[in-house]
């Protein structure tokens, strides 16, 4: 496999991999994920990520239909929708058949986080709503 076979992703944005320096033209940071994706002209996508954890991880087809689906209603204009209760940015995805599937919870928008949009906000890091818990800590990125 060459470079030309696959095409990589970083924030939903296609990477030119012609480039010299992604990592600075993106302003790629230590930790951010990378999507990667086979190029191929079958109907058979195969995805995969790359992350700080692990260097290649295979996305089972599922998952990989999942994200198609939630993308599909991200492009047809289905917006996240905020959960009616907790304490926390909790988010329903929908497809572009407006059915519910996924849930996002951005690390940010946890109590005590910058973004928190139920009127607990502060810095990630700081003591969070259950003791011993840093505010960001709860997140799985």
């Keep these: 496999m060459t470079e030309k076979d696959i095409r990589l992703f970083y924030k939903n944005i296609e990477m030119d991999q012609e480039q010299k320096n992604p990592f600075d033209i993106y302003k790629i940071e230590d930790g951010s994920t990378i999507v990667i994706t086979k190029n191929s002209n079958s109907h058979n996508l195969e995805q995969g990520v ?33 959960a009616s209760e907790g304490t926390s940015g909790t988010y329903f995805l929908e497809t572009y058949q407006k ?11 946890e ?5 928190n949009p139920r009127g607990y906000p502060g810095e990630v890091g700081s003591q969070g709503i259950r003791k011993g818990i840093l505010s960001g800590e709860c997140a799985t990125r």
């Design 111 to 115: 109590p005590y986080t910058p973004n």
């Design 50 to 82: 790359i992350n700080p954890y692990k260097l290649f991880e295979v996305v089972p087809q599922e998952l990989t239909n999942l994200i198609l689906n939630v993308q599909s209603g991200l492009n047809a204009g289905r917006k996240p929708k905020l």
């Design 99 to 109: 059915k519910k599937a996924a849930v996002y919870k951005p690390y940010d928008e």
